[in-house]
Nanobody
Framework: QLQASGGGLVQAGGSLRLSCTAS????????LGWFRQAPGKEREFVGA????????EYADSVKGRFTIARDNAKNTVYLQMNSLKPEDTAVYYC????????????????WGQGTEVTVSS
């Protein structure tokens, strides 16, 4: 089970750090991803980190502003979000895929419940 947290209301230009912790198992063999869904829009890829060599991949819209990291000892993946913009407003979801490093939503088998991020202008 994945539990996401850290969302909230922040002004444009501010920062937030999202966390996603797994319970009942280890994340060490899972590729981990963050996705987001704004009202009325499809869920979209934000970033991913591999299970083996910690390679990362980001959506163009967040490159240079967001950083994904993982701490296998804590069974946790983080999404550091800096220089936030109003268009980053969405519900953010973490996801896990065993032995997979991918940006494709349908390749992730496990999903957290989502944490809401609102960026005011």
């Amino acid at each position: 089970q994945l539990q996401a947290s850290g969302g909230g209301l922040v002004q444009a230009g501010g920062s937030l750090r999202l966390s996603c912790t797994a319970s009942g198992g280890t994340l060490s063999r899972y590729g981990l991803g963050w996705f987001r869904q704004a009202p009325g829009k499809e869920r979209e890829f934000v970033g991913a980190i591999s299970w083996s060599d910690r390679r990362t991949e980001y959506a163009d819209s967040v490159k240079g502003r967001f950083t994904i990291a993982r701490d296998n000892a804590k069974n946790t993946v983080y999404l550091q979000m800096n220089s936030l913009k109003p268009e980053d407003t969405a519900v953010y979801y973490c996801a896990a895929a065993q032995f997979v490093f991918t940006t494709e939503r349908n390749k992730y088998a496990y999903w957290g419940q989502g944490t809401e991020v609102t960026v005011s202008s």
